[in-house]
């Protein structure tokens, strides 16, 4: 299968940015996602960006996608407390998707 | 309504029983997965249904079988439980997108906790 990285940890202070990243091997991959899962729940689907768009913004959250380094990026404003999750990136190339191993972002209040 | 729901949330047996684990989606996917998460939360896909029809099959032990009586449904039933399998499994579900052009985002279930005693 195709290799998603990821770090495994990150830890910032509640009101801090976090920026998770995330490289990917095929570059033919459609969409990227980011997903979130929270202890003892299943994988919510947070956002997602088209191959061919370089960000994405929703409310809190950016995502940066560059296409030449295959590399992404989940940045999150003014992280809270509740933000304390796994954050899995996944690539899709038509019906697989490839996720990487996640990375636990801890919220310090 | 739950989208993708899960039965049962936890699950713990004997070695070398046979359980199933059943999945329904009422979002009227066409496309259905199943995948395990072991104990570093790595994901890593099992199967794939389109419609009743196994799509991806990746290197899973024979002793996993898959079964979709409609495209609503994709159990997973395993035989022969080993401690290895202990692991929490998700299923998914997504819409076909014939090439790839749509978003054909996964839903996920919220998970069955394998533990194999």
């Known amino acids: 299968g195709e290799d998603v990285e990821q770090s495994l940890f990150l830890s910032v202070r509640e009101g801090d940015s976090s920026v998770i990243n995330c490289t990917y091997t095929d570059s033919s991959s459609t969409y990227l996602y980011w997903y979130k899962q929270e202890p003892g729940a299943g994988l919510q689907l947070l956002t997602y960006?088209?191959?061919?768009?370089d960000m994405k913004q929703d409310q809190r959250l950016t995502v940066l996608l560059n296409k030449k380094d295959k590399h992404l990026s989940l940045r999150i404003a003014d992280t809270q407390t509740g933000d304390s999750a796994i954050y899995f990136c996944?690539?899709?190339?038509?019906?697989?998707?490839?996720f990487g191993s996640g990375t636990k972002l801890n919220v310090k209040p | 309504d739950t989208a993708v729901s899960q039965t049962p949330k936890y699950l713990v047996t004997q070695m070398g029983n046979d359980k199933s684990i059943k999945c329904e989606q009422n979002l009227g996917h066409d496309t259905m997965y199943w995948y395990k998460q072991d104990s570093k939360k790595f994901l890593k896909i099992m199967f794939s249904?389109?419609?009743?029809?196994?799509?991806i099959n990746e290197t899973v032990p024979n002793r996993f079988s898959p079964k979709s009586p409609d495209k609503a449904h994709l159990n997973l039933h395993i035989n022969s439980l080993e401690l290895g399998d202990s692991a929490v499994y998700f299923c998914a579900s997504s819409r076909q997108a014939a090439g790839g052009k749509s978003t054909d985002t996964q839903y996920f279930g919220p998970g069955t906790r394998l533990t194999v005693l």
């Open positions: 996944a690539e899709r190339n038509f019906n697989k998707f490839y």
């Open positions: 960006i088209f191959s061919n768009m």
């Open positions: 249904y389109n419609n009743k029809e196994l799509i």
